[in-house]
């Protein structure tokens, strides 16, 4: 496991290595804006947790390894909720390069600040979440009147491509406006003659942000239970979404959104990793809903002020795979127990498929894997859906990048 | 103590009334800018208090209250933290009426955000302190971080008045410019035949800026330890500040400060009295950390972004008082016990003075009261420590609105 880590985290810095080779002119400050909170963050992360983990051992905030049942450790407390580490750890140096980074781009002052803010919400909600366990409809409302400012200082484009099928909706076969188009127009609004078959949802599209940050945010938390999986697969998205904005930055395309999302993911991934180094199988700490929850909506936060939400839900793949076939249970059409994940056998030492009280399979992409593959032990089901992860980053990579495409997710629209 | 508490309740609605019917031309959209968050703040907060302070029993966050030993009520499991609930609530209600409040003020928007934050760090920082106990040396690292946002985005001026008896220092008897101002005029500048005295501190004002919201931050939670103290003290210091803001309005001066000032501590003062009906003798809840942290940062974010800190400090006087006399065991000169709240006698039923090991008085202004008004009892002692509050409220204004230091304070400089 070790030299695996150490060989990941020499890969992160490719990407920044890279923008700041490929930025013209070559900038050093810009580089070290990243490079340095993005090593400090590591580091920070890295020596605090068996510091912060006492206090919360203290103050009886452990839980047991499910998946460890009938081991020698089974009874070994873990502290919980470790998740707030990264999430202090990234607040405070993004509060202390926020000087240099509002006089490099002032134009980022206020995406940068709406973020703090939307970031920190979802820290603290999360860390009070693991303390006193909210119900459901909590979750959901908080986040989105947390949404607010940061949609309300949105400036990027609020239009989207019509779909080629529904054209005839907006655009007489002429290239005029329909009576529909004009009834509509003051929330959709269609432009004669479009080339591009342009319309502006406006209203619609801050309800969509406002949603997407929502899902972000649960999606991450609702397909967790193993050790090494939430911080795994939110390296691998942050892995993604920063290759993707260096290739941005190195083709001049969309600079300053891909700028923004480059200095917050720097920092996130740095100090998840050094997490990844104590909840990696078998694990001494637990990232809790506070890991989720700040992971998730960092995420939400780039897409929409980086303007490149549609790409970021390519890579998001398997964590959209997972809400669908989560769903039966989301909205309790079928039982759904407290825990979802699956179930350690003593005898063989693997991890297989969970049942839910009626004796259906619990609807989680990790059951789904393990009944494809076979039972398996903990730290190889990690393994292979990371590479699950690995995969659909791959796919999303040649959907992105496919020429057809590429006109929907134009992040200069 | 309930038709008390009505009285103060309605009278808070008066400077927001005299707002609505000061500002000219009268406007309703402004006023009910404030009214509205402040109804639906005191509502919200009171009718979640008894729902959330369940969870807080469940997640055994609880105390006993020290005040009530020997008393058949002394085993009681109080919840704790409960500040937890005004400071959400002050949260969502901003988040809410932000796009209002940035649509009508755009010139708001970065003080807004910037407080929003800042506010929501303390909260986290109070409420992670309730549960796991930071130690001195996080309590003032991270305020001082997290100011940083608050005061990047500071527009005020960073000018203070020359005390007349330093003038000779920088300027010369002619009025010209002496060595000494040459020489540090990049961190200090003095202009020449300056009518005021005039001297720009630069980041010096910076520096007062993070020390002030340290200050301010932390003087709450140290002048605490008996039923309804906290919340008293919040509102009474809100209440001042309000009917100094509304002055302003009235006569027209630092228009936008004062109403930003207002926007914020209309809700903030709402929470805290519908709090305060179950923080009061005997307290049904304990506010925690999370509250004095809160309102502490508040009271600072008003004076730095509604340019009137040096006016705040004038409503801070017993906070000040506290903290110096502090002093000796705040730096461990003498000894500093975890609590130093004054005895409650059993035999008596009334609050006397509390002492260390070494045989001294717990050097706190509370105990200086009990000193000089001798022993009473809990809720007794409660209202004379919000008397003296409002006594130095009323000292307070008269010397910012007498006429020799007028220009001291002078917001529009």
Chains 1, 2 share one sequence.
Not at 108 to 113: D, F, H, I, S, V
Not at 132 to 149: D, H, M, N, Q, T
Not at 309 to 325: A, C, E, G, R, Y
Request: hydrophobic share 45%; with cysteine; glycine share 8%.
């Amino acid at each position: 496991m070790r030299p695996l880590l150490l060989l990941l985290h020499l890969l992160t810095l490719l990407p920044l290595v890279a923008y700041a080779v490929t930025s013209s002119p070559p900038s050093l400050l810009k580089a070290s804006l990243i490079l340095l909170p993005s090593t400090f963050a590591y580091l920070l992360t890295y020596f605090s947790i068996p510091f912060i983990s006492n206090f919360l051992l203290k103050a009886n905030m452990y839980g047991l390894d499910i998946g460890k049942r009938g081991t020698p450790t089974e009874h070994d407390k873990v502290p919980e909720a470790l998740g707030i580490v990264p999430g202090t750890v990234w607040i405070l140096l993004l509060c202390l390069s926020l000087p240099l980074l509002i006089s490099t781009h002032p134009s980022l002052t206020l995406p940068l600040l709406s973020s703090l803010f939307t970031v920190l919400f979802m820290l603290f909600l999360g860390f009070t979440d693991d303390v006193l366990e909210w119900p459901w409809r909590v979750k959901l409302l908080l986040p989105a009147i947390s949404s607010i400012p940061l949609i309300s200082v949105y400036e990027g484009s609020t239009s989207i491509l019509c779909p080629n099928q529904l054209t005839w909706i907006f655009w007489t076969p002429a290239g005029g406006l329909t009576n529909f188009s004009t009834a509509v127009s003051n929330f959709i609004t269609a432009y004669p003659n479009s080339p591009t078959n342009l319309i502006d949802i406006k209203y619609f599209y801050y309800l969509y942000m406002s949603l997407l940050s929502i899902f972000t945010t649960n999606s991450i938390n609702i397909y967790a239970g193993i050790n090494g999986l939430e911080v795994g697969q939110s390296c691998v998205i942050a892995g993604s979404i920063l290759t993707h904005n260096v290739w941005s930055l190195g083709k001049g395309v969309n600079v300053e959104g891909s700028w923004f999302s480059v200095a917050l993911l720097g920092p996130f991934l740095a100090s998840s990793l050094a997490l990844c180094c104590y909840n990696w199988y078998p694990a001494k700490v637990f990232v809790g809903d506070t890991y989720c929850y700040f992971s998730g909506v960092i995420f939400a936060v780039v897409g929409i002020h980086g303007h490149f939400s549609k790409t970021l839900l390519l890579f998001l793949m398997p964590q959209v795979l997972n809400f669908l076939i989560s769903i039966p249970q989301l909205f309790k059409i079928v039982p759904c127990p407290r825990h979802r994940l699956p179930r350690y056998v003593k005898e063989t030492g693997l991890m297989t498929v969970s049942r839910r009280e009626d004796g259906g399979m619990n609807l989680t992409l990790i059951n789904v894997v393990l009944k494809v593959c076979g039972d398996m032990k903990e730290e190889h089901l990690t393994m292979v859906l990371l590479m699950v992860q690995v995969g659909f980053s791959g796919l999303g990579f040649a959907i992105r990048y496919g020429g057809g495409s590429s006109l929907f997710f134009n992040e200069e629209l």
